[in-house]
């Protein structure tokens, strides 16, 4: 557990991360070089004052974004982050990593994200739904079912995601399910969608696995983060007889070398308590964290954890991002030395927007899929794409990350050239 994310501290912003990825499959594109500067420049910018009535009657400021990256291949998409280190660079980042994600999986959309910065613990319910509710007023020109759609990202859920749908709603004098993805059942939201982002992380997680001869019973695996994502994922990975052995999150690292009971430490959970202090395990240092030594290493917390601060003693087969950009590009060269095969966020983390694009779809025929249906589908996207990437890979000799980029970005480019430059 780190109090700043490292990139801060390290000086790094995760936009440089970004451009340097993109600086790297350069040499990869040939004759869509020319247009590889949209990637380096996002489409469009806003920046919002978000006034907050508190409940004692004084008035609060935040700040909010909602950043546009890129929307050749379709709308926008991406999710909405509220946190108490939101920054531009960061949401330009995820922005741009949303557009690499969409394209390499294929699904219709450009790349979004959004933001507020605020620690949403320090709010009560009601001024938490007064903040999103004017968050959502104030980029209302931005968002829509045919230009963004948002959907959650960190400290941001199906609650938020309803009230943003019927803000949004009360503004256009009528119902708009389509605004925003990750809903609830009962206002159009899809089923599976909230376990999508992990379900994907296990399914690239166990088919790159498959590729390298590692059986999945009885893995070790250590997961850091345990929200949406990381709780999904341990649930998928511990159904798979695989132990979960570490889990690392905001109140400390849990281990326990036998595995983890998952189903006691969600029930442990729900019932408010922290996870590091689950009875069923004992506590470790934080650093120690990262030199565990397992077949599986999923960071699902924040980007900038792993840097060549703690690259090289890294001791896992397979790192498969949840997270959103937390590997530097100099970590990735350490890891890749060591022989660790990274799944990169780009490809591992893409099953939550391909869910919220069922649910788009879903919401525009108003007619609902079954959940086995909705997990098929995904599955079959997820492993469709690591198999292109991988052999993509294989045919450039590159890490996957840059080979996902190098596909995702041909995608991008060949759109952003048939369209054309306007004027
Ligand atoms: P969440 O808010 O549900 O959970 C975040 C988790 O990270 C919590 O367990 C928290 O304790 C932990 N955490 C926060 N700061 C930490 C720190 N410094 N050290 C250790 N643990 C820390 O968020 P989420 O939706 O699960 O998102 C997690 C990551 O996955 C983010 O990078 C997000 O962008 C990415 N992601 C989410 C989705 C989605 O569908 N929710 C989709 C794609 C990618």
Known sequence: ?????????????PWDVFLEQVDRVTPYLGDLTGWVETLKRPKRILIVDIPLRRDDGSIAHFEGYRVHHNTSRGPGKG????????TLSEVMALAGWMTVKNAAVGVPFGGAKGGVRVDPRQLSRTELERLT??????INTMIGPDKDIPAPDVNTNEQIMAWMMDTYSINQ???VMGVVT?????????LGRREATGRGVFVVSAAAARRLGIPLTDARVAIQGYGNVGSAAARCFHRAGARIIAIQDMSGTLYNGSGLDIAALDAWVAQGNKVAAFPGGETLAPERFWE?????????ALEGQITRDNAARIRTRILAEGANGPTSPEADDILRENGVVVV??????????TVSYFEWVQDFSSFFWTEDEINQRLEKIMTDALAEIWAAAEQHKTSLRTATFILACRRILQARDMRGLYP
């Open 1 to 13: 557990m780190h109090q700043l994310p490292s990139y801060l501290q390290s000086g790094i912003s």
């Open 79 to 86: 999710g909405i982050r509220f946190h108490q280190n939101v």
């Open 133 to 138: 509710r004017r968050y959502t007023s104030e």
């Open 173 to 175: 004098g009528r119902t």
């Open 182 to 190: 990750g809903k609830p059942i009962s206002l159009g939201g899809s």
């Open 292 to 300: 565990l030594e397992t077949e599986f290493l999923v960071p699902a």
């Open 344 to 353: 990169p966020d780009v490809l591992a983390n893409a099953g939550g927007v």
